[in-house]
C-alpha cells in the first residue's frame, strides 16, 4: 500500500474564527484577553510561526485554563513541531473539558495514523464523524486509513462519501483515482481524474492526473510523407475503440481496457474501414494495406488467431471447436493469395495511464 498522503497531504486545519466565535456563545466567560490570544496564535500559526503561536496559547490557558480552544490549538502546534505526546495530551485535555470537540478527535486520529497505527486513527476518526457526519474532511481521512489497512471497500466507501457531502473537494478524487490506477481498473481512475482536475486546474496533483489520463498518440519519427497517414489511422482506430464511452458501450461495467480477441477484431477492422474507404490516398504499405483484403475475404478473425500465436491461445482453441477447420481453410487461402501471416507492425503506439498498445 502506497503512503497516500504524499499524493494529497492530510493537512491539519486551523479553524481560527469560527471556533473562536462558537467557544463565545458557548461561554460566555471566557476572558477578552484570551479571546485575543488565541487570535494573535492562530494568526503565527497560519504564518508557520510555531514557537510564537505556542506561547499566545500557553499564555490564553494561563488565562483560562478550563477554555478547550486554546488546548486544541496547542496541539495543534505541538504536532507540526514534532512533539507528538505533547500533542496527545493537549487533544485528550480539550476533550475532557469540550468532549463534543470532533476537531481533537480529528486530530488525535492523525497522529495515530501518523504513527502507523491506523486502527486507533479509525476509532477516533469514527467518532469525530459521529459528532460531524457532513464533515467530507473527516470521510477522506477516513477512507486513508481503511486503505492503509487494507480495508479497500470500507476506504472506497469513505471516500465516495466525501465526494458526497463536498462535491468540490478534489482530495477524494484524486486519491481514489490513484488507487484504481494502482490496481490498474483504468477506466475508474479515468473518472475520478476526470472529476479531480475540473476542480483542481493546475499543480503537481492535475500534472500527474491529466498525464495519466490524457490519451496520446506517437508516431514513429523516421516515417516520411504519405504513410504517415496510413500508420496514424490505426493508432485513431485504437484509440477511438479505447475511449470509455465506446468501450463500455461494448462491455457494461468493464474496470480496464483489455486487449481480447473481440477488441482485437474491433480494432483492426475499424482500421481496415478507414484504409478501404480512403483508397488511394493513405497510400497503405502492403504490410498493413493485407487487411483490406482479408476483412473483405471474412477472414479478419482468422488472420488474428494465426498471426498473434500465443496471444490469444484460449479464445483461438475456443473459436476453433465452434468453428473446426476454419483456421486451416484460412492458411490455405491466404497461402493461395499470397497473403502474409505476419502480424501487422503499425508505426505508430497510443499511451495511456502509463501503458503503450
Known amino acids: 500500500m502506497p503512503t497516500y498522503r504524499s499524493l494529497t497531504c492530510v493537512l491539519f486545519v486551523v479553524l481560527g474564527f469560527a471556533l473562536i466565535a462558537s467557544s463565545q456563545s458557548q461561554n460566555q466567560s471566557v476572558p477578552a484577553e484570551a479571546l485575543e490570544k488565541v487570535r494573535n496564535g492562530n494568526a503565527l500559526f497560519d504564518k508557520e510561526n510555531y514557537a510564537?503561536?505556542?506561547?499566545?496559547?500557553?499564555?490564553?490557558?494561563a488565562l483560562d485554563w478550563n477554555w478547550y480552544e486554546p488546548h486544541y490549538e496547542l496541539g495543534q502546534t505541538y504536532s507540526?513541531?514534532?512533539?507528538?505526546?505533547?500533542?496527545?495530551?493537549?487533544?485528550?485535555?480539550?476533550?475532557?473539558?469540550?468532549?463534543?470537540?470532533?476537531?481533537c478527535y480529528e486530530g488525535l486520529g492523525n497522529l495515530a495514523d501518523d504513527a502507523g497505527?491506523?486502527?486507533?486513527?479509525?476509532?477516533?476518526?469514527?467518532?469525530?464523524v459521529n459528532l460531524a457526519p457532513d464533515q467530507a474532511r473527516l470521510q477522506y481521512n477516513l477512507g486513508i486509513a481503511y486503505l492503509r489497512m487494507k480495508k479497500v471497500d470500507e476506504g472506497i466507501a469513505a471516500l465516495k462519501g466525501a465526494e458526497k457531502l463536498k462535491?468540490?473537494?478534489?482530495?477524494p478524487y484524486f486519491l481514489l483515482g490513484n488507487f484504481y490506477y494502482e490496481q490498474k481498473?483504468?477506466?475508474?481512475?479515468?473518472?475520478?481524474?476526470?472529476?479531480?482536475?475540473?476542480?483542481?486546474?493546475?499543480?503537481?496533483?492535475?500534472?500527474?492526473?491529466?498525464?495519466?489520463?490524457d490519451v496520446q498518440i506517437v508516431i514513429d519519427e523516421k516515417l516520411k510523407g504519405d504513410s504517415i497517414g496510413c500508420h496514424l489511422a490505426y493508432c485513431l482506430a485504437r484509440s477511438g475503440s479505447m475511449l470509455p464511452?465506446?468501450?463500455l458501450k461494448r462491455y457494461p461495467g468493464?474496470?480496464?481496457?483489455?486487449?481480447?480477441l473481440a477488441e482485437e477484431e474491433s480494432v483492426l477492422g475499424t482500421f481496415a474501414t478507414?484504409?478501404?474507404e480512403s483508397g488511394e490516398t493513405m497510400h497503405a504499405p502492403p504490410d498493413l494495406a493485407r487487411l483490406v483484403i482479408i476483412k473483405k475475404a471474412g477472414y479478419l478473425v482468422p488472420f488474428i488467431l494465426v498471426s498473434s500465436k500465443e496471444r490469444f491461445l484460449k479464445e483461438g482453441e475456443e473459436f476453433e471447436k465452434q468453428n473446426p477447420g476454419r483456421l486451416e481453410e484460412f492458411r490455405t487461402w491466404a497461402a493461395k493469395s499470397k497473403i502474409s501471416l505476419d502480424p501487422i507492425r503499425p508505426r505508430c503506439e497510443v499511451r495511456w495511464m502509463g501503458e503503450s498498445w
Do not use: V
Not at 52 to 61: F, T
Not at 81 to 88: E, G, Y
Open 274 to 276: 478507414i484504409m478501404a
Open 185 to 213: 481498473k483504468y477506466y475508474l481512475a479515468s473518472d475520478q481524474f476526470l472529476q479531480a482536475t475540473k476542480i483542481e486546474k493546475s499543480g503537481p496533483r492535475f500534472d500527474q492526473a491529466k498525464k495519466l489520463n
Open 167 to 171: 462535491p468540490n473537494y478534489a482530495s
Open 245 to 247: 464511452e465506446q468501450y
Open 80 to 103: 507540526r513541531i514534532q512533539r507528538q505526546d505533547d500533542a496527545h495530551n493537549e487533544y485528550e485535555t480539550a476533550l475532557k473539558l469540550e468532549p463534543n470537540c470532533w476537531i
Open 254 to 260: 468493464a474496470e480496464t481496457y483489455t486487449e481480447t
Open 52 to 61: 510564537a503561536a505556542q506561547k499566545e496559547y500557553e499564555a490564553a490557558i
Open 117 to 128: 497505527d491506523h486502527e486507533a486513527a479509525i476509532q477516533n476518526y469514527q467518532k469525530a
